[in-house]
């Protein structure tokens, strides 16, 4: 969504519901949506966090599970910003599974982002999908990627 400022930006002011909420509008509606649907999926959002390298605070959806042993494990599954009336959700993967993801039961569209989507890095190569949530379309392509990162890698 050109044109649109990404918000929680001071390191000093760290995002609330309430500021969340009104920074959202309408939207505010399908992000709570969005949480609880992720919530009934085991995966949860960290407290939000301000990162110096953007400048700006930033939350992470994360998977967290206990294995056979004992031991808590954690496993990040995608990257979430605020904008000007919607959010984002990035995930970023190893350009090992580019072909993976593109046989998800997911729109045409977002297969042809993820066919499109350029590579990056030296060493690692990696790419990222970025979905701007403005309405539900996006959000059964979001589950299903999320549902694939949190078994599959």
Same mark, same amino acid.
């Given at each position: 969504? *050109?044109? $649109?400022?990404?918000?929680? /930006?001071?390191? =000093?002011?760290?995002?609330?519901?309430?500021?969340?909420?009104?920074?959202? %509008?309408?939207?505010?509606?399908?992000?709570?949506?969005?949480?609880?649907?992720?919530?009934?999926?085991?995966?949860?959002?960290?407290?939000?966090?301000?990162?110096?390298?953007?400048?700006?605070?930033?939350?992470?959806? *994360?998977? $967290?599970?206990?294995?056979? /042993?004992?031991? =808590?494990?954690?496993?990040?599954?995608?990257?979430?910003?605020?904008?000007? %009336?919607?959010?984002?959700?990035?995930?970023?993967?190893?350009?090992?599974?580019?072909?993976?993801?593109?046989?998800?039961?997911?729109?045409?569209?977002?297969?042809?982002?993820?066919?499109?989507?350029?590579?990056?890095?030296?060493?690692?190569?990696?790419?990222?999908?970025?979905?701007?949530?403005?309405?539900?379309?996006?959000?059964?392509?979001?589950?299903?990627?999320?549902?694939?990162?949190?078994?599959?890698?």
């Amino acid at each position: 969504m *050109e044109g $649109k400022e990404q918000l929680f /930006r001071d390191k =000093n002011v760290k995002p609330t519901e309430q500021l969340i909420a009104e920074s959202l %509008g309408e939207g505010y509606a399908i992000y709570q949506r969005f949480v609880e649907t992720l919530e009934n999926e085991g995966i949860s959002l960290m407290d939000w966090r301000y990162y110096q390298d953007g400048k700006a605070w930033l939350s992470k959806g *994360e998977y $967290k599970w206990t294995t056979t /042993r004992g031991t =808590n494990k954690v496993k990040p599954i995608f990257w979430l910003s605020m904008w000007e %009336g919607f959010f984002k959700v990035s995930f970023h993967f190893s350009e090992k599974v580019r072909t993976q993801l593109l046989y998800l039961p997911i729109s045409d569209d977002t297969k042809e982002r993820i066919h499109k989507a350029p590579t990056n890095g030296t060493k690692m190569k990696f790419f990222s999908v970025i979905f701007d949530v403005a309405s539900d379309v996006p959000l059964s392509d979001i589950y299903q990627i999320a549902e694939f990162r949190k078994h599959s890698i």
